[in-house]
Structure formats: structure tokens, C-alpha cells
């Protein structure tokens, strides 16, 4: 038996045996995505915001210039949109893995 196959009966058994439980963590599953992509979202705007502090000639109280400081900051919120973008992908195109490892979570 190969691991797909015995994935799809351990979904179907556990859809048929507690469907409210399933239907509980497929829930928490997709609000799990959407706050990834909230978090995303975020990540991105504080990276726009960033990338246009690093435009202006902000000084601090030497005389320095901040702007590579400022991109820097924007380079790594862009790191955060993509990881939390990733992991927001992961949630809505494979919900099932995140049900079933929550599952298995409760039995540890």
C-alpha cells in the first residue's frame, strides 16, 4: 500500500467518524491561511513603506543618512511576504495535511 492510498482512507475514515471534529479543524485550517495572508499583506505594505522612507534623505543626530537602513528593513520584510505567502498557499491548497496533522497532534 502506497502512502496516497493510505492517506485518502485515513481522510475518508476520519470524515465519516467525527465529521464535526473534521469540519472543526478544516475551519482553523482555512483561518489559519487567511491570517497568513493577512500576514502577508502586512509584510508587504511595511516593505512599501520602507522602501519609500529609504527615497527620502532622513538624517539621524550625527548626519547621517538612514535610506540603507531603511532598505534593508524593506529587502527584509520582503522575506516575511514570502514566507507567510508560502505558508498561506500551503493551507488553501492542502488543507487536508493540516487537518490530519492537527489530529494527530491530539493523540501525541
Known amino acids: 500500500m502506497d502512502w496516497e492510498s493510505a492517506l485518502g482512507e ?6 465519516g467518524v467525527a465529521p464535526d471534529v473534521w469540519a472543526i479543524y478544516a475551519k482553523q485550517v482555512t483561518l489559519d491561511g487567511i491570517a497568513f495572508a493577512a500576514a502577508a499583506l502586512g ?3 511595511a516593505s512599501i513603506a520602507f522602501f519609500n ?7 539621524d543626530e550625527y548626519g ?3 535610506s ?3 532598505k534593508m528593513l524593506g529587502y527584509a520584510a520582503l ?5 507567510f505567502a508560502f505558508a498561506a498557499l500551503n493551507r488553501f ?4 495535511y493540516f487537518v ?3 489530529l494527530l497532534n491530539l493523540v501525541k
Request: net charge positive.
Open 93 to 96: 491548497v492542502n488543507p487536508d
Open 53 to 59: 522612507l529609504s527615497t527620502k534623505d532622513i538624517k
Open 79 to 83: 522575506v516575511f511576504v514570502g514566507g
Open 10 to 15: 485515513l481522510v475518508t475514515f476520519v470524515k
Open 100 to 102: 490530519i496533522r492537527g
Open 43 to 45: 509584510s508587504l505594505m
Open 64 to 66: 547621517n543618512s538612514n
Open 68 to 70: 540603507g537602513v531603511f
